[in-house]
């Protein structure tokens, strides 16, 4: 798509009276620095002007607050000014010194301020004050003819799709369902007078829910790309400005710019960033007026445009609907809600495809295992892997992308990149190294669909030191109670080691006790896994599970309830706690063993890896998992 700023932009004219008043400004800016003729004199030192006055020299003397000018009665030299001027210093018997030496001496009243300077500042600030108001005024109409400000122009892009750089379906894989959504829109836009003709009434505006870079707005591009007509691009943040009333003028703006290109699309990025929700942001200071304002102006022009065969379509995403103003979703607006989701398996292999065109892969690179290792990728991850192998292939001075980048990328992807110039010291390296291995010994004894399949103590990225890559063995949508205990036995796996074998817990356990705690929350709150507590949601499931937030409030339940989620919570974790602690324990030989040979090559991983772990056994206390 070719990208083109706005063109019939406003010019940046000032006008008449603009540059009058900034005339006026200076002018009485300088009135106080202009050179005063009297102030020509030639100045002396008021020691020279006493001894003159005590040589009985002096004719008659001026006195004022900031200077003294005096006549001489005879010059000190052939040729030399006789009328002299010199600073005051407070003196209180100059008047007595004067007087005994005959000088003829006067005051000045205390200077007034002219009549030109006095006029200057009272009516200048008044008229530079309606002249910023009418900058305002004018901008805010009807196309804002012109203006020297663009506060309230909508900064919107507008992108016309031409031939080749135009975004398709096709450039979108893995969201089907949001495809064919969509379908219908692209139909409306194309053939609007058959709906017309039908009755029937095209939704106005569709919202796009899904976490970060799954294509959202890919896919809002695509729909303009197929339809064939102008898209206009703005993000919810842009609206939102320094001055109360800015947004609100944007939005106007932008509605009166699409309405004179119609067909077309208006897509409105974040949209979160003005349509949150009125009542839960009570009490927040400041902003609130403006956001509010914004979206009211949004709602009233979303009810506003009707001209059926010149229709303008209002996409949005968010990722956090929930925190969206219900009157945002109501009929006639945004109705209608289409999810996209991360991709599953055959989506990732299909996204992979894509970006594997672009660049130069070897023969026989197996994509379908790198769309097995990324479970949990979006489509922006995929792209970016890709885009890692190529540059890793690049810097190896390889000719070809390999299965060998791909499978680096996915690790750079995951953990951020390496960071060997992080240098642990050796105490910490060996906390580290038994930790992870502590994950991997329980990760392989736990039930579920993935094995460890590497361990590294690579410092990576910003907060990990070390880590334990569990890739799943098959793609699964759906986890056992027993799945999911496991999953919190080998999150809490790194710390019972650090406690078996230092006696101690090192701030290093915190993210994984976050995870750990999380999932028995779900566990009890979402899932119903609890045999005290029963099938029932105590978590309301307010549409952001899926977007990994998962800070759902709870639903009103009564204290009781509270303090039984609280200790069945508690409960799972440490049954959990206490499995992983017995695991290790039976299995300690391993544990030293092959925390001794990691922290010898830093990361174990393939076979020698498979080997090592085949030794460990379960406990016998523990057999069948709880
Ligand atoms: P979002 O708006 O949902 O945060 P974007 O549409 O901005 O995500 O995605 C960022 C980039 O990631 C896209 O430009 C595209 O290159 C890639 N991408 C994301 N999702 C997909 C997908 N489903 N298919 C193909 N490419 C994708
Ligand atoms: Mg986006
Ligand atoms: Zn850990």
Redesign the pocket.
């Known amino acids: 798509m070719a990208i083109r700023q706005d063109d019939n932009r406003p010019s940046r004219r000032f006008g008449l009276i603009n540059l009058l008043l900034i005339g006026f400004g200076v002018l009485l800016l300088f009135s106080n620095f202009l050179p005063n003729p009297a102030t020509q004199v030639p100045r002396v030192p008021y020691s020279l002007f006493i001894d003159q006055v005590n040589a009985d020299n002096v004719k008659r003397a001026y006195i004022t607050s900031d200077q003294i000018r005096y006549e001489l009665i005879k010059a000190p030299a052939e040729g030399a000014p006789t009328v002299l001027a010199t600073t005051p210093i407070f003196d209180m018997e100059l008047p007595q010194r004067l007087e005994q030496h005959g000088v003829e001496f006067a005051a000045a009243p205390p200077r007034k301020p002219s009549f030109f300077t006095t006029l200057l500042s009272w009516v200048v600030p008044p008229l530079i004050f309606i002249g910023v108001l009418q900058f305002f005024a004018r901008r805010s109409g009807m196309g804002g003819a012109q203006g020297a400000l663009s506060f309230t122009k909508s900064k919107a892009r507008v992108y016309v799709p031409d031939e080749e750089s135009r975004v398709t379906f096709a450039d979108v894989a893995g969201v089907d369902e949001a495809k064919t959504e969509l379908t219908e829109i692209v139909d409306f836009l194309k053939t609007p007078e058959r709906y017309v003709a039908i009755g029937a009434r095209i939704p106005k505006g569709v919202l796009l829910v899904g976490p970060p870079g799954t294509g959202k707005t890919l896919l809002s591009k695509a729909v303009a790309g197929e339809a064939g007509v102008p898209f206009f691009i703005i993000s919810g943040s842009e609206f939102v400005e320094l001055f109360v009333g800015a947004g609100a003028a944007r939005v106007r703006d932008l509605f009166d710019e699409a309405k004179k290109k119609a067909p077309c699309i208006i897509f409105i990025d974040e949209l979160d960033a003005i349509g949150k929700s009125r009542a839960g942001s009570m009490g927040v200071v400041g902003g609130n007026d403006e956001r509010e304002q914004t979206l009211n102006q949004l709602l009233t022009e979303m009810d506003g445009f009707a001209a059926k065969d010149k229709p303008v379509i209002v996409l949005a995403a968010t990722n956090q609907p929930e925190v969206l103003d219900p009157a945002l979703l109501r009929p006639g607006r945004f109705d209608r809600q289409v999810l996209v989701d991360r991709p599953d398996l055959s989506g990732r292999r299909t996204i992979l495809g894509i970006y594997a065109k672009k660049v130069k892969l070897a023969e026989g690179v197996d994509l379908d295992r790198i769309a097995q290792a990324t479970s949990g990728f979006a489509g922006a991850d995929l792209a970016n892997l890709v885009n890692e192998a190529a540059l890793l292939a690049a810097r190896a001075k390889r000719t070809a992308v390999e299965q060998g980048d791909l499978n680096e990328a996915i690790e750079r992807v995951v953990a951020g990149l390496e960071k060997r110039s992080r240098v642990l010291q050796d105490d910490e390296k060996r906390v580290v190294a038994f930790?992870?291995v502590g994950?991997a010994i329980v990760g392989h004894l736990m039930p579920g669909g993935s094995k460890v399949a590497k361990i590294s103590i690579v410092p990576r990225g910003m907060a990990a030191l070390?880590?334990?890559l569990q890739l799943p063995t098959e793609e699964r949508f759906l986890n056992s109670k027993d799945d999911l205990e496991g999953q919190i036995a080998t999150?809490l796996?790194?710390?019972s080691a650090e406690e078996i074998v230092f006696g101690e817990v090192t701030t290093?356990?915190a993210?994984?006790l976050q995870r750990a705690t999380d999932i028995a929350e779900q566990m009890v709150g979402t899932y119903g896994m609890s045999d005290v507590l029963g099938p029932l949601a105590y978590d309301k499931q307010g549409g952001g599970r899926f977007l990994g937030g998962g800070n759902n409030p709870r639903r009103v339940v009564s204290d009781a309830t509270a303090q039984a989620i609280d200790r069945e919570v508690r409960s799972l974790v440490d049954r959990a706690h206490d499995r992983a602690l017995s695991i290790l324990r039976r299995n300690r030989e391993l544990l030293d063993g092959i925390a001794a040979r990691i922290l010898e090559k830093e990361v174990i991983e393939g076979d020698e890896l498979r080997d090592l772990l085949a030794a460990s056994v379960m406990p016998e206390e523990i057999g069948a998992p709880a």
């Open positions: 930790h992870e994950h070390g880590y334990t999150l796996g790194g710390r290093g356990a993210n994984d």
